[in-house]
């Protein structure tokens, strides 16, 4: 079997849903983007912002990501975004320049589709295209469907944090899962 931290075994196929097309968020993307994590930040304990971030702030983060690098996509079937990903810095201190941490967020109306994985799989090839040599997913609440998600890419838990997020009147958990991205740490980056 291999060590899913250094050498992922299992496969990340970016065949997409029938009729869905991933790819590069373009700027004209950015208002569906932002209608569909507003829905799940003011719904769900995936995210822990509290308010949903304007359309502005939305393309501020869009233009900082894909000008540091890292990649920015959608899932769209015609003209219509039913879910976007992307990968940014794991953490900002200089060391964990080879680490990336993923976010994938689906329409609600799309869910169980295959768009999150066919998402998360391209996201994995495009990180590991620029070079990065590890992805970490910071899961919030534990939320059931984006651990499912994760671990049929091969990610692996990676540990628990407890009561770190205070959301809807309760304390949130996050689980850490993480997986290697080309060789891992089989060589240098
Ligand atoms: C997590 C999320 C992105 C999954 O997207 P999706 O398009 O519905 O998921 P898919 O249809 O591609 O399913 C991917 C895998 O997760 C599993 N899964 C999906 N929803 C599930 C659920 N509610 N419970 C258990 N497993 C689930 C599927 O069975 C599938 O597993 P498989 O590949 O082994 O068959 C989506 O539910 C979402 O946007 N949730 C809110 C935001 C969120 O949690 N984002 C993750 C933050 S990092």
Same mark, same amino acid.
């Given at each position: 079997m291999n060590d899913p931290l250094g050498h992922p075994g299992k496969g990340a196929s970016s065949?997409?849903? $029938?009729d869905v097309t991933i790819r590069a968020t373009t700027e004209a993307d950015l208002s569906a983007v932002q209608a569909i994590y507003a829905h799940h930040v003011a *719904?769900? *304990? $995936?995210?822990?912002?509290?308010e949903p971030p304007e359309l502005d702030e939305i393309r501020r983060r869009w233009s900082a990501l894909v000008s540091g690098g890292y990649p920015h996509l959608v899932a769209a079937d015609g003209a219509t975004v039913l879910g976007y990903a992307y990968a940014g810095a794991y953490r900002p201190r200089p060391a964990y320049r080879h680490s990336v941490e993923d976010s994938v967020y689906v329409d609600a109306a799309a869910h169980g589709r295959g768009i999150g994985r066919a998402l998360l799989a391209r996201l994995i090839e495009e990180s590991e295209r620029r070079g990065f040599r590890q992805m970490v997913a910071v899961i919030g609440d534990n939320v059931p469907a984006s651990i499912a998600l994760h671990a049929s890419l091969g990610f692996v838990h990676a540990g628990r944090l407890t009561a770190v997020g205070f959301k809807f009147g309760r304390w949130c958990d996050s689980t850490l899962m993480q997986r290697a991205l080309g060789p891992g740490d089989g060589a240098p980056p």
């Open positions: 065949r997409p849903a $029938a *719904t769900g *304990t $995936a995210s822990f912002e509290l």
